[in-house]
Every structure is written in C-alpha cells, then in structure tokens.
C-alpha cells in the first residue's frame, strides 16, 4: 500500500521501519526543516519495550547511547542539597535522549521509506478508494492510508476528527527545555530547584561536557501563542522565570541563542476512535499525555502493533486498525492516568514542596513509589506477530 505518515520524532519513524520492510511504500512527512533535536532524556521501562526495540533491530544502537540515567538533587536557592532520586527513579531501564533516539529511528527506517522535510498535511479528504493529500507545499497526492503521528496537536487529527470526538485537557503545566552552555560544570546529579508552580532544573549533557540541558516546568492556565513562534515562546518562559534566583538567571541568559527549543503544555488528549476508514492515529496524536506517562514507549509499542495488525490483516485495514485500538486502548488509557508529571516536578505550593521532599527522602517511601513506577509491561500482552526478528529478511514482515 502507499502509506503517508505525518511526523518523524518517535511514533512516525518507528511505524515508517516496520511498514517499510513490510514493502509498502512509505512516505513520513515532517514540518520541521530537518529532523528535530532538543528534548530531555525519555526512558523504557519494562521487557515490552525493550522486547520492540529488539525486534526493530535498534536496540544496540540505542544501548550505546544511553545516558545511564542520573540522579535528581533537589536544592534550595543556595545549592544545599534538599532530597535527592536516585537515577532508576527517572531513568528505567534504558535512558537515551529523545534526538538520539529518534535519530536511530530515521537512520534504520530511511532506507526503506521517503522523508519529506518542512512540509505539512494542509487539506485531505477521505473517500472509497483512499485518502487525498493536499500539502502546505502545494503537492498533490492520493495515499492507501494516512497515519497521523504528528504529537499532541496533530495536523491529521485536526483535519479528520470531528471536534467533539476529541477531549485535549490541560493539565495545568506546561514543560520547556532547551541546551545551554555547561557553565556551571553539571557531570552528576541533575539539579532541581523549585518555588511554588515552578521547577527549573539544569541537567549534564553526557555526549558533550561542554553543554547541558534545561529542563523548566511551570503551572499556567492554557496560553494563547503561536506553536511555531520560538521567539514568542521563549518570551513566556522569560516572564514565567525572570526574576528568580538560583542559577534561573544564567540559564534564561542562553535562551534567546537557541535554536531548538522543547515548549508544550502537558496535556491529555482522547480521542473516541483511533482510526476513520482510512487514517489511523498513532502515539502522542491519538493518546498522548505529553510528558511523565510512558508515551515514547507506547509510541514505539503502538507502531508495532499497528504494523502487525496490518500485516496479519493482509490488507484488511479496518479490521487491523480496530484490532490495533483493542489491543492497545486499556494499557493506554491506564498510563495516561499516571501524567501528573507537573504537579510532582512542580508542587503549587510550599507546603506541597516541602512534603514531597521530606516524604521521598525517607527510604521506605521512595522504595514505594518506585515499586510503584509504571510499567507497561504488566498492562499488555504484546502480541506475537514475529514481525521481522532477527532471522527475518529485510524487506518483509514475517507472520507467525
Ligand atoms: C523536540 C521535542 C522534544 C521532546 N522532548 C521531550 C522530553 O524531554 N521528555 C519527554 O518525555 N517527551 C519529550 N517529547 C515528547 C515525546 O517525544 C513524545 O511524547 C513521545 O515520544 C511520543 O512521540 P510522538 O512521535 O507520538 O510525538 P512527538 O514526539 O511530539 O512528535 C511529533 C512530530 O510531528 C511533527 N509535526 C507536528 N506537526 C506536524 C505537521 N503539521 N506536519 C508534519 N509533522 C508535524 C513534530 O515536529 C514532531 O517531529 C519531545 C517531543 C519533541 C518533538
């Protein structure tokens, strides 16, 4: 089939892999001029993920670059450490940061499938025989399938959902990260500094001492700005933390050099039915939770599955994108729950900041909760579609 894939960070290169040796002819459109970089360190926790990376034939590669996870030193305004998480409390069981992961996607899924770089879906129009793809570019084309990939606001969404299929709820916070010179001489523990509804945190880049990476969240009512303005996001982010003590200061000052920069706000989409006829949605699109909900490894969980259900399917999309939902919809919506990445990184208050600092310092409590860490892999039965192992052709999807 000829298959359109909007996005190319996680979801859409992973599902572009598995579809391209499947032998369809896949096409990943993407906005951005070139692939993304920016983002923290995302993390697996649990064998179904490490048991896709596998499959996919990127789990050395990925190995090789990770970050090994590190610790979390909560601190007050003088440096003096407050509480501090041990690395597995964030990393899991593989920690690599999100460009490099979804670099290694590109580099393995390339060869078999097209990237277009900054263009975007502008109009497409369902029918009996396939999907009609208008782009921002002015190209012109029909595809077998759409697969919206495209994050949290996704273009395919937008255009093929009805509005009152789609519940997007706000959280209440909203992540920025971006990479700064390593001016402090950060190589251990990421530092954490907080004051009520705010957390800005400065954290070791492992490839490059000489820089690091910023990791700010805060508490907001949804704003109003332009997702593609950095300019106008970057200002947001100097009148939420202008002003503040610690290393804020420096930390803002490498803010307007940026060229990258990771702005979101966290929140939760659902949507009634991941698929139309012919467009299916896929991670963040269809069932994102932004941040702190295990979505880079349902992302890379889904793109199997759908691409197994398809190739089981022989062709029969609806039937496959129905499975694809059924066997995904309950884990998905479990972790989902689990997003309250905002209000832990960033309590509203100072007694809520100070209670979760005097809680987790005590061992018995951070034992707990990281028992408690989500782990998908009790929430779903990956099934055994054997697409391509290690003894597969590239080329083809092998079924069991
Ligand atoms: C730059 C960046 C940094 C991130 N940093 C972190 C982080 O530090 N921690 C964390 O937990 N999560 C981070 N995330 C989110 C994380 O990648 C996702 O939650 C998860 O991996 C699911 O991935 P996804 O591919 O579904 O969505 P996303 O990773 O959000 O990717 C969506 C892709 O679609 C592209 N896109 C958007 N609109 C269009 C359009 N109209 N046409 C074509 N393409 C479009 C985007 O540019 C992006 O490349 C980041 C995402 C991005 C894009």
Redesign the pocket.
């Known amino acids: 089939m000829k298959i359109l894939v ?7 290169p992973s599902v572009a892999l598995w579809l391209g040796r499947a032998g369809h002819d896949v096409t990943v ?4 001029p070139a692939l ?7 993390d697996f926790r649990g064998d179904v993920f490490t048991t896709v990376l596998d499959r996919m034939r990127v789990l050395d590669d990925l190995r090789a670059l990770q970050t090994g996870g590190n610790a979390m030193r909560f601190v007050d305004e003088s440096g003096r450490k407050l509480m501090r998480l041990p690395a597995e409390f964030a990393g899991g069981e593989l920690e690599v940061l ?2 490099d992961l ?1 670099r290694v996607l590109y580099e393995h899924s390339r060869a078999q499938a097209a990237y277009r770089f900054g ?3 502008a109009w497409l129009r369902e029918h009996p025989g396939g999907v009609e793809v208008r782009f921002e570019s002015g190209v012109e084309e029909t595809y077998d399938l759409v697969i919206g ?7 395919v969404r937008r255009l093929a959902w009805p509005a009152d299929q789609v519940v997007e709820r706000h959280l209440e916070y909203y ?1 920025a ?1 971006w990479e700064v010179p390593n001016t402090l001489g950060i190589s251990g523990d990421t530092l954490m500094y907080n004051v009520p509804g705010k957390l800005a945190s400065v954290g070791a880049d492992r490839r490059d001492p000489a820089l690091a990476q910023t ?1 700010f969240v805060f508490k907001s009512p949804r704003l109003q700005y332009n997702r593609r303005d950095l300019d106008e996001q970057k200002a947001i982010l100097q009148e939420q933390f202008g002003g503040l003590g610690w290393h804020v200061p420096e930390l803002l000052e490498a803010l307007p050099a940026a060229t ?1 920069l ?1 702005f ?1 706000s966290i929140s939760r989409v659902r949507v009634e039915r991941w698929s139309t006829e012919r467009i299916v949605l ?4 269809g069932y ?1 939770a ?3 909900a295990l ?2 490894g ?2 890379v969980v889904g793109a199997y599955v759908l691409a197994g259900e398809l190739a089981q399917a022989r062709g029969d999309f609806r039937t496959a994108f129905a499975r694809y939902e059924a066997t995904l919809r309950k884990a998905v919506s479990t972790t989902q729950d689990g997003s309250r990445a905002g209000s832990f990184l960033a309590p509203a208050t100072r007694f809520g900041i100070a209670a979760r600092n005097r809680i987790l310092d005590i061992p018995f409590f951070l034992n707990q909760m990281l028992k408690m860490a989500q782990n998908m892999s009790e929430l779903i039965e990956l099934p055994a579609y054997s697409i391509d192992t290690a003894s597969g052709q590239q080329g083809e999807l092998v079924e069991e």
């Not at 909007?6 to 859409?12: I, K, L, N, P, Y």
């Not at 993304?36 to 995302?42: D, E, H, I, L, P």
């Open positions: 909007s996005g190319a960070s996680v979801a859409g459109v993407e906005i951005a993304r970089q920016g983002g923290y360190a995302v999100r460009a979804s263009d975007s879906i990939a495209d994050g949290m606001h996704s273009v992540v990260g990791l990258e990771y979101d896929l991670g963040d699109a994102g932004t941040f702190g979505g880079t349902t992302a």
